[in-house]
Nanobody, 116 residues
Framework: QVQLVESGGGLVQPGGSLRLSCAAS????????MGWYRQAPGKERDLVAR???????SYADSVKGRFTISRDNSKNMVYLQMNSLKPEDTAAYYC??????????WGQGTQVTVSS
């Protein structure tokens, strides 16, 4: 079975930084394209960053230049470094394969709240 466990969220002031972690089991982050997604209250879940099998990355315009997705194949982990955080970054953050597929369930997510 596949399990995705996100961690590292919390309350941070505008301009601050957080590093999110995604521990994957049942799938390999090195052989799957992986993405970080976020969902704010009342809004749909959107992709904010992705990393493909070859290591190339891409980002939503809203986070470009501030967020960095990475992975550690030996640990089967995916990370999201978030810098210069803004209140509009407030959301629950999830990792998953890219593109999402019904065969892989969403994890519990980790909450990021950016507020002074």
């Amino acid at each position: 079975q596949v399990q995705l466990v996100e961690s590292g969220g919390g309350l941070v002031q505008p301009g601050g930084s957080l590093r999110l972690s995604c521990a994957a089991s049942g799938i390999s982050v090195s052989t799957n394209a992986m993405g970080w997604y976020r969902q704010a209250p009342g809004k749909e879940r959107d992709l904010v960053a992705r990393i493909i099998r070859g290591g190339m990355t891409s980002y939503a315009d809203s986070v470009k230049g501030r967020f960095t997705i990475s992975r550690d194949n030996s640990k089967n982990m995916v990370y999201l470094q978030m810098n210069s955080l803004k209140p509009e970054d407030t959301a629950a953050y999830y990792c998953n394969i890219f593109p999402p597929d019904i065969i892989v369930s969403w994890g519990q997510g980790t909450q990021v709240t950016v507020s002074s």
